[in-house]
Every structure is written in C-alpha cells, then in structure tokens.
T-cell receptor
C-alpha cells in the first residue's frame, strides 16, 4: 500500500524566514502529488499539484514544490513566510489508479 | 467554484445514537469521499463513492456506512456512535477520477458523549 510521510509535525518560524516542509511517498510508478493547506477555521484547499511535466511547480501565495523522482520526494518551499501562512499543511499522493493517501500533516506557526 | 457543503459544523451525540452526516456538492462531480481528521493522524479515508449507489471501503470503514442515492449527495452514517468516533469529519469530491484535485467541505466536528 502506498504511504506518505511528512517529517515535521510542528514548525515554528519567524516572519521572513524560509520554509521547507518535507514529504516522501512510497509509490514507485506514475504518481500525482498534492499539497493542501488548512488555515485556522477554514476548509482544506489545494495549494499546488504535480501530475507531469516540469518537476518544479508553483502554487498560490508564493509556494512552490519540487518533485524529485529519485528521492520519492515532493517538498514544499516558500522563500519568505508571512504570519498569514500559519496553517496546517498536508502532502498527498495518488499512484496509478489508487486512491489518494494523505500524510499526517505539518502545523506551521509563523511568529510576527 | 466548486462548492461542497456539509449539513452541520458541530454535532453532539450520545453513545449508541445513530448519526447522519450529509454532504452535498454542486458541480456534478462523480466521486465523493468521507474522511476523518484527527490530530497527528492526518486524514484517513472512511468510504468513497464513484457513482450513484456505488461505494467502496476506505482505510477505516468499521463502524460506518454510507449512502449515495443521488449524484450530488453522499451521506455518512454512524450506526451506533461510540466515543472513539469523536472527530472532525470531512467530505470531499473530485470530478472524474479519484486521483484528481479534491474539493473539501468545511467539516463537521462530532463529539460523542
């Protein structure tokens, strides 16, 4: 069965710091990859996704992620975080015709 | 914009009660999903449906059932609620395939006493 690992459960950063959240998946074939975000009190929404093509994908609010097939990774990055980025971030993967599997989430707290 | 709505934001039920959680999507999506979200465990799939009257078990179906009588509506049923079913329940939908972008509802926070 496929699995998704998020290494950081809770990250605390000061505003303007750079962010990198790790995500590794276990599926070896063609895979669709996602990052979702849940802002406090709001519903989960898509941040960015990778289906094929350029392994560096850009999402909303200045976020980007890089698909590295050899490392089975899809890490999320942002050069300079803002207080409004405080949220919980979920990585997800869907391999082949399998259903989507979510990671356990990373809570990001940005201190002004 | 796709809109996914859930019947309640908060529910309080007693152990043993039968609980119905309703989800409606307005974009003619074929696939619908029910997850529960618990701290440190992320989202775990309970059931999903790829067509009217069709359902498939997810990773944690025990204690739950589902109903999809109409394309836009997907119901989650707790036959006899237990305290370990206290959780946040999220409904989601995708257009055609279950590997596509998921659109989530606001969630129902269920407390079973």
């Amino acid at each position: 069965a496929q699995s998704v690992s998020q290494h950081n459960h809770h990250v605390i950063l000061s505003e303007a710091a750079s962010l990198e959240l790790g995500c590794n998946y276990s599926y070896g074939g063609t895979v669709n990859l996602f990052w979702y975000v849940q802002y406090p009190g709001q519903h989960l929404q898509l941040l960015l996704k990778y289906f094929s093509g350029d392994p560096l994908v850009k999402g909303i609010k200045g976020f980007e992620a890089e698909f590295i097939k050899s490392k089975f990774s899809f890490n999320l990055r942002k050069p300079s975080v803002q207080w409004s980025d405080t949220a919980e971030y979920f990585c997800a993967a869907a391999g082949g015709y399998q259903k989507v599997t979510f990671g356990t989430g990373t809570k990001l707290q940005v201190i002004p | 914009d796709v809109k996914v709505t859930q019947s309640s934001r908060y529910l309080v039920k007693r152990t043993g009660e039968k609980v119905f959680l309703e989800c409606v999507q307005d974009m003619d999506h074929e696939n619908m999903f029910w997850y529960r979200q618990d701290p440190g465990l992320g989202l775990r799939l309970i059931y999903f449906s790829y067509d009217v009257k069709m359902k498939e078990k997810g990773d944690i179906p025990e204690g739950y059932s589902v109903s999809r009588e109409k394309k836009e509506r997907f119901s989650l049923i707790l036959e006899s609620a237990s305290t370990n079913q206290t959780s946040m329940y999220l409904c989601a939908s995708t257009l055609r395939r279950n590997q596509e972008t998921q659109y989530f509802g606001p969630g129902t926070r269920l407390l079973v006493l």
